[in-house]
């Protein structure tokens, strides 16, 4: 069965300040990993999506890496803004299929 | 900088009855998707969308769910006969190609059934 495991389930982190949050898989074949963040009440934002042959993606602060063989991602945020408090979504799609298997997300709050 | 649209963005509605939720996806594009997200837990895909038929689906998307582009801009999702395990955030998705394209959100419609 196709899972997506994140971690930590939350973090508290001081404005300012870089962190790391995790997603393990067993989605297979592999097709692609995005992270997503998601605002309170609001719909899921695409932050970077990796392909089998990308193990790292920039956007901004936001740095993913993807090693596909151990089947990680993590997702880094550097100089962490009080705006980026939010649910962190990590999605992995198999190869030849349009679903997707949504991780249970790592809520992130940051605090001044 | 266009966005995918979503009404209403609350529906309360009675156990067993027919709710139909409305979407207008980002002109230039191509692939369309629901999800739902139940208070508390993780986004669920529901159906995926192209060229007029549905590409694919999960097992949440069963004979009550249906989907349809009915005008070439709107893209609706029914439910037929509501149950209480339908309340839900319901949020529709678009992308301008399939595969590993960005899928941009709508805001999500807040759906309560009693």
């Known amino acids: 069965k196709n899972q997506v ?3 930590p ?12 949050l995790q997603c393990n898989y067993t989605v297979s074949p592999f097709s692609n990993l995005r992270w997503y963040k998601q605002d309170t009440g609001r719909g899921p934002v695409s932050l970077t999506i990796m392909t089998f042959s990308e193990n790292t993606k920039s956007n901004g602060r936001y740095t993913a890496t993807l090693d596909a063989d151990t089947k990680q991602s993590s997702l880094h945020i550097t100089a962490s803004q009080l705006s980026d408090s939010a649910s962190y979504i990590c999605v992995v799609s198999a190869r030849g299929a349009g679903k997707s ?12 | 900088e266009p966005e ?5 963005s609350h529906q309360v509605t009675q156990m067993g009855q027919e ?6 996806p980002i002109s230039n594009h191509l692939y369309f998707y629901w999800y739902r997200q139940i208070l508390g837990q993780k986004v669920e895909f529901l159906v995926s969308f192209y060229n007029n038929e549905i590409s694919e689906k999960s097992e949440i998307f069963d004979d009550q769910f249906s989907v349809e582009r009915p005008d070439g801009s709107n893209f609706t999702l029914k439910i037929r006969s509501t149950k209480l395990e339908d309340s839900a955030m319901y949020f529709c998705a678009s992308s301008e190609l399939g595969g590993v394209e960005t899928q941009y959100f709508g805001p999500g419609t807040r759906l309560l059934v009693l």
């Open chain 1, 5 to 7: 495991e994140q971690s």
């Open chain 1, 9 to 20: 389930q939350s973090l508290i982190i001081l404005e300012g300040k870089n962190c790391t």
């Open chain 1, 101 to 112: 298997t949504f991780g249970d997300g790592t809520t992130l709050t940051v605090k001044p």
């Open chain 2, 4 to 8: 995918v649209t979503q009404t209403p």
């Open chain 2, 19 to 24: 709710v139909i939720l409305r979407c207008v």
